[in-house]
């Protein structure tokens, strides 16, 4: 049996598959997925598992050099990415490295998602709670 804190057969899979600069989305309860695209549905009712547990255990197992978020999450959900930078700064500190971070219309990210390995549901039910993550290489 694993010893790390990723149980789950599909992600862990996924993960240890990313090359460098590949793309994986954890998306919330509501976002499209891309029909050429894997998708891995993790929720099971409203609020389980969170957008940022998900986040949480992935970025636990998964190296990460850059994360792409929807604009509409610094009006629509604004404590969410407060929680979300935290995360981000943790993982920064972590890794020892700087995560890139940029900005587009949510339009634009939904495009976005189709050049991704996965997407991730959660069971998360608040607005733009969505993140590419880019890939790093550990060395």
């Given at each position: 049996?694993?010893?790390?804190?990723?149980?789950?057969?599909?992600?862990?899979?996924?993960?240890?598959?990313?090359?460098?600069?590949?793309q994986?989305?954890?998306?919330?309860?509501?976002?499209?997925?891309?029909?050429a695209?894997?998708?891995?549905?993790?929720?099971?009712?409203?609020?389980?598992?969170?957008?940022l547990?998900?986040?949480?255990?992935?970025t636990?197992?998964?190296?990460?050099?850059?994360?792409?978020?929807?604009e509409?999450?610094?009006?629509?959900?604004?404590?969410?990415?407060e929680a979300?930078?935290t995360?981000?700064?943790?993982?920064?500190?972590?890794?020892?490295?700087?995560?890139?971070?940029?900005?587009?219309?949510?339009?634009?990210?939904?495009?976005?998602?189709?050049?991704?390995?996965?997407?991730?549901?959660?069971?998360?039910?608040?607005?733009?709670?969505?993140?590419?993550?880019?890939?790093?290489?550990?060395?």
């Open positions: 049996m694993k010893k790390s804190s990723l149980l789950n057969a599909e992600v862990s899979h996924v993960i240890a598959r990313l090359g460098h600069t590949d994986l989305v954890i998306g919330d309860a509501g976002l499209p997925v891309p029909a695209c894997q998708r891995i549905d993790l929720a099971l009712t409203q609020g389980v598992p969170t957008f547990q998900v986040l949480e255990v992935v636990h197992e998964m190296q990460v050099e850059r994360a792409i978020l929807a509409e999450i610094l009006t629509k959900n604004p404590q969410l990415h979300l930078l995360q981000l700064t943790q993982l920064e500190q972590h890794q020892g490295n700087t995560i890139a971070l940029d900005y587009v219309s949510h339009e634009a990210f939904k495009a976005q998602t189709e050049k991704s390995r996965a997407v991730i549901r959660s069971g998360e039910c608040s607005p733009y709670a969505n993140v590419i993550l880019c890939a790093g290489v550990t060395f």
